[in-house]
């Protein structure tokens, strides 16, 4: 009989007690807990954070019983500490004094639940101070302290204008003070073990300028694949769901496997180690479900993302290759955000190569890539009929109908509202088919580089490929010429693909494609 999966809970126990589906990464826990003190890891949302926060818990509490069977059973003496955990999923954030009297009113029950006399004090750190100290001298053992999701006050007050952006800033320095309490001389010596997890790196100067023992694991490559799954691990723990998900699509194991990695498999996280990861939450659902369809993506839109990509004016197809320094990646400051960084850190983009300390960042997968080009799309034409229309010019190319295409461009352009056209330019229209056609499944490729140059897009099919050029208020010929002038179409050609250009005028003033052209060579 299969095992159930775990896609209600993130609870350790509960999968264990209930014999749920667990992927045993004890193996990188126990590493943690004999190499080092203090940890920091940031990974995108549903990733296995609060799996992990659960686990640590589970096992500084001494719960043997619940690690038996498990890489660290026979490794560990389990013995109990007192342990800290602080969630901020749970913990309400609205505004600054809402969140300071909630994160007192969790360590208030913290000094109740053990009998412990809490300060008259209003200062946090003074009471977190004075809890750490007291537990230690009552179960005379160093205290645990576990911190779940602690950028979460911070990011959720993102992308909403200046007043957001105001109590980011505040709630950023209450937690600041909260962490550097945890470095001080008094409690640095009592303290076991601390882990923190979120999905943004803010720098240290702004949040951790106080804790300055914290490890940051977040890229480290022994760690690549501590949370997310493996395709080896995929093959072992959900082998009876792979069995039924090749025979309801009647494919081969190999064949089931490759589609699911190029559904929800492909995050990377470390130059060092290439090691690639499905996204857990997806990939379960998919295999539960026997369906292959966006389910990460489901659980929340990134709006304050959204936001921040419309305000910068960012060009969206370069998201499909983006090369940064690792500087960029690794952390950001609220006052100066950086949507490459932030992108990556919430798992929109992934790295794929590495190199002479150049990262090349693209979409993780086709779930990542599909999802973000609707909300993107759905953001700015905010119509819920452009996803039909795109549908249908994906049919129009499938079919070779030129009308059509031209007709459905055209339509898609009349959905906008007149005053999102602040900068009618080709990037701007460029970004509008790209998103139409990247959201309804198509191979759309865009900014491909060759030795002359940089290609707007190529939209590929199994028998045929579209090589395609923009231009503003200049004749389509133009842009076929280009193509050819600079060998765009090569790639394909020497392939012995069939190939079609495409030259597409639009026309700033009335906000259309007024010419288009076809030449296939």
């Not at 952006?165 to 001080?184: E, M, P, T, Y």
């Not at 914290?214 to 997310?228: H, K, P, S």
Request: net charge neutral; glycine share 4%; hydrophobic share 40%.
């Amino acid at each position: 009989m299969k095992k159930r999966l775990g896609l209600d809970t993130s609870s350790f126990r509960k999968l264990r007690e209930k014999d749920l589906v667990y992927v045993d990464k004890t193996k990188w826990i126990y590493k943690l807990i004999t190499e080092g003190e203090c940890y920091f890891l940031s990974r995108p949302r549903r990733f296995g954070k609060s799996l992990t926060i659960s686990t640590l818990k589970e096992l500084f509490y001494g719960n043997k019983e619940l690690f038996k069977g498990l890489y660290i059973y026979d490794k560990w003496d389990f013995k109990e500490y007192p342990v800290l955990i602080f969630d901020f999923n749970e913990i309400e954030n609205q505004a600054p004094p809402i969140l300071r009297e909630n994160l007192k009113a969790i360590l208030k029950d913290y000094f109740i639940a053990n009998q412990l006399i809490y300060p008259e004090s209003k200062s946090l750190a003074l009471w977190i101070k004075h809890l750490i100290l007291g537990l230690y001298k009552k179960f005379n053992q160093k205290v645990v302290i576990l911190i779940d999701e602690y950028d979460k006050p911070i990011i959720e007050h993102l992308g909403k204008g200046e007043e957001g952006l105001k109590i980011a800033i505040q709630n950023r320095d209450i937690l600041q003070d909260f962490f550097g309490v945890l470095k001080g001389a008094n409690v640095v010596d009592i303290i076991e073990f601390v882990f923190v997890t979120g999905v943004s790196r803010f720098s240290k100067v702004s949040i951790f300028s106080k804790w300055n023992n914290l490890q940051d694991i977040t890229m480290r490559g022994e760690f690549a694949d501590f949370l997310g799954y493996t395709e080896e691990e995929v093959s072992i723990y959900f082998k009876d769901y792979l069995d039924d998900l090749a025979k309801e699509y009647k494919l081969t194991l190999d064949e089931a496997m490759e589609k699911l990695k190029f559904y929800y498999d492909g995050y990377r996280f470390s130059e060092s180690n290439n090691v690639r990861v499905f996204n857990p939450v997806s990939i379960m659902y998919c295999l539960q479900e026997k369906k292959f369809k966006n389910y990460w993506f489901a659980t929340g839109t990134p709006s304050f993302l959204v936001n921040l990509i419309k305000e910068r004016d960012y060009y969206i197809p370069d998201l499909e290759n983006v090369k940064t320094r690792a500087t960029f990646l690794e952390t950001f400051d609220i006052e100066n955000l950086n949507v490459v960084s932030l992108l990556f850190q919430a798992g929109y983009l992934t790295i794929k190569d590495y190199s002479n300390d150049r990262f090349y960042l693209s979409y993780p997968n086709e779930e990542v890539k599909k999802s973000f080009a609707e909300i993107l799309m759905q953001s700015l034409v905010q119509k819920e009929s452009s996803i039909n229309l795109a549908d249908e010019l994906g049919i129009a190319f499938q079919r070779e109908d030129f009308e059509d295409i031209k007709y459905y461009i055209n339509a898609i352009f009349n959905e906008i509202p007149y005053p999102h056209y602040k900068k009618a330019d080709e990037n701007y229209f460029h970004t509008i088919i790209y998103l139409a056609l990247t959201l309804i499944g198509y191979n759309a490729k865009s900014e491909l580089l060759s030795s002359r140059g940089r290609l707007d897009l190529a939209l590929i099919f199994p028998d045929k490929v579209y090589v395609i050029e923009f231009k503003c208020n200049t004749p389509a010929k133009n842009a076929i010429e280009q193509i050819k002038d600079r060998k765009y179409a090569d790639t394909w050609r020497n392939k012995g693909i069939r190939t079609i250009l495409m030259g597409i005028n639009f026309d700033t003033e009335k906000k259309e494609a007024k010419e288009i052209v076809f030449e296939e060579i």
